[in-house]
């Protein structure tokens, strides 16, 4: 049996309560794990809390965190009181080490690349995105609880896009009693919705059923809602957009015409940040796995 040496040493760079998490659930599985840059945080005793980036010299693996970078540039950071460059990082790395993070953009591809590096995104993993959808779907829910005055039970929800994301939400408010309706443009994922014993309508008809909803979800990262859609939203209609930049609704259109809007990025780290850092330590340790020269032959 083929596993990871457990002389792999780790480094867990920045981010927010899941690189917190994922370096517990490492450290748990007996590895070396240094951390860095997430000084104000609960889960993670201090004495592996670093804020000098020399110290990933020492790292095999070292795993960035989701996104890597802020609109600056600078590592993305929250937990830390101050700001690093990604590159003073990314300088201090192994030539040899494994680098992964989540959501890379081309500029952190490229600073890496003139580091030395390459970096593999374990967002683009099918294990990490079908697993994060839970976390995801149930703060969506979350939020349309706390939102409302009315139950989900009965209301009539509707999901526009039938991804990962939409599918595991549609689960669950099917489980609360709600009236799911699912709008998508493939054929095939509203054939899926049907076996599901969910409502589905295509994409393009969406409008005709606008009216009656109580609760719009999308889940489509591109324009979906424009303002002509929007006017036909009962004005108590709550609105929840899944969506990754640059999103599916109009938020300008939504706000003139008194829509009340909820952009809900970032779901899994701020509502269940321990699962959603147990998802990352799993999707990694397959990564490197699969890489195979971490790994000790049994």
Request: glycine letters at 10%; charged letters at 20%; aromatic letters at 6%.
């Amino acid at each position: 049996m083929n596993k990871l040496s457990e002389h792999t040493v780790f480094g867990v760079v920045g981010g927010d309560l899941r690189q917190a998490a994922l370096a517990n659930f490492l450290l748990r599985q007996g590895y070396e794990v240094h951390a860095f840059f997430l000084d104000q945080q609960p889960l993670l005793d201090r004495q592996y809390i670093s804020s000098d980036p020399a110290g990933l010299g020492c790292c095999d693996v070292v795993v960035f965190p989701l996104p890597v970078s802020d609109e600056n540039g600078a590592l993305n950071a929250p937990l830390y009181s101050g700001s690093i460059p990604l590159s003073d990082c990314l300088n201090c790395c192994r030539s040899d080490a494994f680098l992964l993070g989540g959501k890379i953009s081309d500029r952190d591809r490229l600073t890496a690349q003139e580091a030395g590096h390459r970096m593999s995104d374990y967002l683009t993993r099918e294990e990490m995105a079908v697993l994060n959808a839970v976390p995801t779907a149930e703060g969506a829910v979350g939020i349309a609880l706390s939102e409302r005055a009315s139950t989900l039970w009965e209301s009539h929800c509707l999901i526009t896009g039938f991804g990962r994301c939409g599918k595991a939400l549609a689960l669950l408010l099917k489980g609360f009693g709600a009236h799911v309706t699912v709008a998508a443009r493939s054929a095939g994922e509203l054939a899926f919705a049907r076996t599901l014993g969910l409502n589905t309508i295509s994409l393009s008809k969406v409008d005709s059923i606008l009216p009656e909803q109580e609760i719009i979800f999308n889940t489509i990262p591109s324009p979906v809602l424009g303002e002509k859609s929007l006017q036909l939203v009962a004005e108590d209609c709550l609105l929840i957009d899944l969506a990754s930049r640059p999103g599916g609704i109009d938020f300008a259109a939504a706000g003139q015409l008194g829509r009340k809007t909820i952009w809900a990025l970032s779901l899994p780290g701020k509502v269940s940040p321990i699962t959603a850092g147990n998802i990352i330590c799993d999707t990694v340790i397959n990564m490197i796995t699969e890489r195979g020269d971490l790994i000790e032959n049994n």
